[in-house]
């Protein structure tokens, strides 16, 4: 589970009151207000969450993330402005793994810090066999996905997103299973998150050879990967 987080906001009253609120429960935090020196203290390796505002002095959060994720993957919860949907969508297509608009409760912080743990933590926890589909292989042991043997830079959600779909392909996944196992938590009405994954993967693998769509939209369900077999790796390299 998580332990140590950095938060990056320019509040400093905020990252007082919420460093006490998350100390009581037991994690470690540390706190910064000024962007260059955050992505400093983020790169250092030393922590297991990162919460970043995207309004911040010096380097703001959306180009904090996208230098952070050229050389790390640990989980970012961004901190948007209520009601800016833009700077949600931007925020999840740059890398942040989920998001949470301000003003919030810190009840509601703690219980998406948590659910990424949770989320982490089943990934940690519990390894599964490489599982190959068509021209795409994903390897949970090494964490890589190969397009036609080209290693594809994925964020974890994606990752763990895309291994979802590819163990189900040729079936439905609903929208609610994949909240609940992918990002740790329930979709609130107007939550975009998956699509917005969705939307990247999709870019990422492009179509199948045949030229039809590989991740295809279930409409008021879900997704399903579209595929006409699915073999794991141990099983193909028998025949």
Do not use: W
Not at 70 to 79: A, D, G, N, Y
Not at 193 to 212: A, E, M, Q, T
């Amino acid at each position: 589970m998580l332990e140590k987080i950095l938060i990056i906001d320019d509040d400093a009253e905020l990252c007082e009151m919420l460093s006490e609120y998350l100390r009581k429960e037991a994690f470690e935090v540390d706190s910064v207000q000024h962007g260059t020196r955050g992505l400093e203290r983020a790169r250092t390796g030393s922590y297991d969450l990162i919460v970043l505002d995207v309004m911040l002095p010096g380097m703001n959060g959306f180009d904090l993330l996208r230098e952070l994720r050229t050389t790390s993957e640990v989980p970012v919860l961004l901190l948007t402005a209520r009601g800016d949907e833009l700077d949600r969508i931007v925020g999840l297509e740059i890398g942040a793994d989920d998001y949470l608009p301000k003003p919030f409760n810190a009840r509601e912080l703690l219980a998406r810090i948590r659910a990424i743990g949770r989320r982490n933590a089943r990934t940690t926890n519990s390894p599964k066999h490489p599982v190959n589909v068509g021209d795409v292989e994903l390897d949970p042991g090494t964490r890589t996905i190969t397009l036609n043997g080209k290693v594809l830079e994925v964020t974890t959600v994606e990752f763990n997103l895309l291994e979802m779909l590819l163990r189900s392909a040729g079936n439905v996944v609903s929208r609610d299973d994949i909240a609940s196992t992918v990002l740790g938590r329930e979709l609130s009405p107007f939550d975009r998150s998956i699509d917005v994954h969705i939307s990247k993967l999709r870019k990422k693998l492009g179509n199948l050879p045949n030229g039809r769509e590989r991740i295809k939209t279930i409409r008021n369900t879900g997704y399903m990967y579209v595929s006409m077999a699915r073999v794991p790796v141990k099983e193909q390299q028998l025949r």
